[in-house]
């Protein structure tokens, strides 16, 4: 079943069995916020096991771009299209978001974004590769973000 993300009531639906949860929570509902304010789209994310088809393209993506595999479990995941950009994300168990930003034009930005919630460790399959760059949140208190260009096509 879907959820609608509240980002003015902040709540780890769908997220309990993360150690990191409120922090995770408070990831979510800041990109919630973000897509209302930017695009006045509504941030919904359905339980991992009806989002398959969103979680088994980032998937492909990390897989056949960067050789990454990540180890923790996804418990939500959503996709979408806002002006012209497909979004998907994906929330795992460990505390981590990812998210694919694939602009249809070709032309455009392609890339996957990486997002750690407060309180948890860089994960392995992560560590060596990026460079995490720290930002405050409201909603979320200290996210540490990477990201890298997407070069084939999705």
Do not use: C
């Amino acid at each position: 079943m879907s959820y609608t993300v509240d980002f003015t009531t902040v709540s780890t639906v769908g997220l309990e069995s993360s150690p990191v949860a409120a922090a995770l929570a408070g990831l979510r509902a800041n990109e919630a916020r973000y897509f209302k304010n930017k695009y006045d789209h509504v941030f919904t994310v359905e339980p991992a096991s009806d989002a398959q088809a969103a979680i088994d393209w980032v998937h492909r993506i990390l897989k056949e771009e960067r050789d990454i595999v990540i180890s923790s479990r996804p418990l939500e995941a959503t996709a979408f299209e806002v002006e012209g950009i497909r979004m998907a994300y994906v929330f795992y168990e460990s505390g981590l978001s990812i998210n694919v930003m694939y602009t249809i034009d070709d032309a455009g930005k392609r890339a996957v974004g990486f997002k750690l919630s407060e309180g948890m460790d860089v994960p392995e399959e992560l560590a060596a590769k990026f460079k995490f760059a720290r930002q405050k949140s409201r909603l979320a208190g200290t996210i540490r973000g990477s990201y890298f260009v997407i070069k084939n096509e999705y």
